[in-house]
């Protein structure tokens, strides 16, 4: 298999069978009509951020989709959030989808700000967190943020570190932010940005699929995509001893290295459980819904 550490940088850092696929614009006209009844607006920090509610409750499934993405990547998720005994957010984090796509900054904590500015909105006490790629470091700044708010956490093929922001030294930090900012601009960079698209697709990506994720991912403002990997947090580092003691799992693509983060994040969530897929691409969720969907299920059924 490609080496795809290149892919899993540029997508979850900032401050990563035919049959049952799902397309991300067009689940069928009953999905479509649930997800009309179900759409929101959350207000925060002046944007009007969009979600889907589904069903009542304290606690609910919230969905947070990667970088350049938005919340119909989840659409393959139906069986879960769409359920007679379950409440689910999914987000349209600012920039992306159709919430508000202001010229700004766009560091970790914003989107997970944003993210507890729904819940609120929809109020929603606790969070099983569901975070696909950029997702992921959203999660995990949100539980930096809002400890007590969450219950639960989903890695979905995306990875976290104490030290996944960038250098230590601030200088050397925006240093290495410009750089990225840098490789998404002008022709260049829609190259660049084209490049690390298609990484995230292996042959088990069907061609339609791809197509969809292509135009999806192109939709979303470019200053927006840039922003989002190049802001700098205000969040200081975490402390080395700092942990989240809550279930957890991390659904991965199988690629070089994935042991070795599975173990570094394990030292972050210590109750961190691994299912590797083989020979999947970056959108496993998209790619295999029912496989995910079942895993995601039994994971729910687990927790004590």
């Known amino acids: 298999m490609r080496e795809c550490m290149p892919r899993r940088r540029f997508l979850t850092l900032g401050a990563a069978g035919a049959a049952g696929i799902v397309g991300i614009a067009a689940a069928g006209n009953q999905a479509r009509a649930a997800a009309n009844d179900a759409s929101r607006f959350a207000r925060f920090n002046g944007v009007r951020v969009h979600y889907e509610s589904y069903g009542a409750g304290g606690e609910a499934?919230?969905?947070?989709?990667?970088?350049?993405?938005?919340?119909?990547?989840?659409?393959?998720?139906?069986?879960?959030?769409?359920?007679?005994?379950?409440?689910a957010l999914l987000i349209d984090l600012p920039g992306h989808g159709s919430s508000d796509k202001p010229h700004r900054s766009y560091p970790i904590e914003f989107f997970a700000r944003a993210v507890e500015a729904v819940m609120r909105d929809a109020?929603?006490?606790?969070?099983?967190?569901?975070?696909?790629?950029?997702g992921g470091p959203i999660a995990y700044a949100f539980l930096r943020e809002f400890p007590e708010k969450a219950s639960a956490l989903a890695l979905v093929d995306a990875f976290v570190s104490r030290h996944m922001a960038g250098p230590a030294d601030r200088a050397a930090t925006a240093a290495h932010f410009a750089k990225i900012a840098r490789s998404l601009q002008g022709a260049a960079g829609e190259r660049n940005f084209a490049e690390r698209v298609e990484s995230c697709f292996t042959p088990q990506t069907p061609p339609a699929l791809r197509a969809e994720i292509r135009a999806k991912m192109a939709a979303t403002p470019k200053y927006v995509r840039i922003a989002a990997l190049s802001s700098i947090s205000s969040l200081g580092p975490p402390p080395d001893d700092e942990t989240f003691d809550l279930p957890a799992i991390a659904i991965q693509a199988a690629e070089p290295g994935t042991q070795a983060r599975f173990e570094l994040m394990r030292s972050i969530f210590p109750r961190l459980q691994l299912n590797i897929w083989e020979g999947a691409g970056h959108f496993l969720m998209l790619e295999d819904p029912q496989r995910f969907n079942a895993e995601v299920e039994q994971f729910l059924a687990a927790r004590s």
């Open 61 to 87: 499934l919230v969905f947070i989709h990667g970088w350049a993405c938005d919340l119909t990547f989840w659409r393959g998720q139906q069986a879960l959030y769409d359920h007679p005994e379950r409440r």
């Open 123 to 134: 109020q929603v006490e606790r969070a099983v967190l569901i975070g696909h790629s950029l």
